[in-house]
């Protein structure tokens, strides 16, 4: 069974601790005759040893769950003067415990007196309060630099995140694609090759101000896919479906800017999409969640992948600090669930 431990330095308290309470507090209730006499020496020591540690472990049993009942950085001062009190009131127990155990057995050179009883609980009040310190002190120094580890985590993961973002904005691929596809309506048909011309520059405009903010409306976002989806479609004709339910309200809500650019990207990018093995990607808003899908026909060659695009969108929601997108595959279909905030 394994015992219940209130530090990673527990054994290391226990010994440095326990010698220096069992000694005091033997010597406060017996006097010099437990260091003089090797029955009582012996008697008091293994007495005291072993309800200190009971008494140890109550108190480590104790911390443990008022941290479960305390967690929350507010609740510091309940949970710490909860803690020391229930401490104190366990340690001074086991301490009067001790001393009316040696009465019962008449551990030799051992006389009862209520005042060494009281200077013994004060004594054991004083090291309750102590170990209690130094624990806290442990506790809260683990915690800042788990703290710190997290900011340095998350600020590592917002430089990323706008550094992915500053890739997608001046992705020379998609460009190249896209100017590629420009160039060949130019000559076939010259007004779809105006609107082309127009939704690339819309695309272009929001890819710039994307940065501006770290949230946007799934209105705005929709609103931008709609010429993203423009061009693509240019590039691929009826073997790309995009297919978009929004309930009514939820375009209100928030998601950071090219979430939904990046999950087509990689629907795109990632499997095939042929007039007879078309590709759908469905995007269906409920309450205050958005589900991105798409029907799963990888390509048989391997594309390189960075994993860009996910790492980009998780990055970005952790940062936030809310509820964490869901990846799912099924072996037919891919989907992403984001939060929308």
Same mark, same amino acid.
């Given at each position: 069974m394994k015992l219940p431990a209130y530090s990673r330095y527990d054994s290391l308290l226990q010994a440095v601790v326990l010698p220096l309470h069992i000694g005091s507090l033997n010597w406060i209730?017996?006097?010099?005759?437990?260091? +003089?006499?090797?029955?009582?020496? #012996?008697?008091?020591?293994?007495?005291?040893?072993?309800?200190?540690?009971?008494?140890?472990?109550?108190?480590?049993?104790?911390?443990?769950?008022?941290? #479960?009942?305390?967690?929350?950085?507010?609740?510091?001062?309940?949970?710490?003067?909860?803690?020391?009190?229930?401490?104190?009131? +366990?340690?001074?127990?086991? +301490?009067?415990?001790?001393? +009316?155990?040696?009465?019962?057995?008449?551990?030799?050179?051992?006389?009862?007196?209520?005042?060494?009883?009281?200077?013994?609980?004060?004594?054991?009040?004083?090291?309750?309060?102590?170990?209690?310190?130094i624990y806290e002190g442990i506790h809260n120094f683990s915690y800042w630099q788990q703290s710190r580890r997290e900011v340095d985590t998350l600020s590592r993961a917002q430089l990323q995140a706008q550094l992915d973002t500053m890739r997608q904005q001046v992705n020379p691929h998609f460009l190249f694609n896209s100017l590629t596809s420009l160039i060949s309506l130019i000559d076939e048909d010259p007004r779809q090759a105006s609107t082309f011309a127009e939704e690339l520059s819309t695309v272009y405009r929001y890819l710039l101000r994307s940065n501006e903010c770290s949230l946007t409306s799934l209105a705005n976002e929709l609103e931008f896919i709609q010429s993203y989806y423009h061009l693509l479609k240019t590039r691929h004709g009826d073997a790309l479906t995009l297919v978009t339910r929004v309930q009514p309200g939820a375009e209100l809500y928030q998601l950071p800017p090219l979430t939904l650019q990046l999950l087509i990207e990689n629907a795109v990018k990632h499997n095939v999409v042929l007039p007879d093995q078309p590709l759908t990607v469905s995007l269906t808003a409920i309450g205050q969640q958005l589900i991105v899908s798409n029907n799963l026909q990888r390509k048989q060659s391997r594309i390189l992948s960075t994993g860009i695009g996910l790492s980009n969108i998780l990055a970005r929601y952790q940062a936030l600090g809310d509820i964490q997108p869901v990846v799912e595959e099924d072996g037919q279909e891919f989907k992403v669930t984001l939060p929308l905030l």
């Open positions: 209730f017996i006097g010099n005759e437990y260091w +003089s006499n090797e029955t009582t020496f #012996g008697f008091a020591t293994f007495i005291t040893l072993v309800i200190t540690f009971v008494n140890w472990l109550v108190n480590n049993t104790i911390s443990l769950r008022l941290h #479960g009942w305390y967690p929350e950085p507010g609740q510091y001062f309940a949970r710490i003067g909860r803690q020391t009190v229930a401490c104190l009131f +366990s340690s001074c127990t086991h +301490s009067c415990l001790i001393f +009316s155990l040696y009465k019962l057995i008449n551990l030799p050179g051992f006389i009862p007196n209520v005042y060494r009883l009281g200077f013994g609980v004060l004594s054991t009040a004083a090291f309750v309060l102590l170990v209690v310190a």
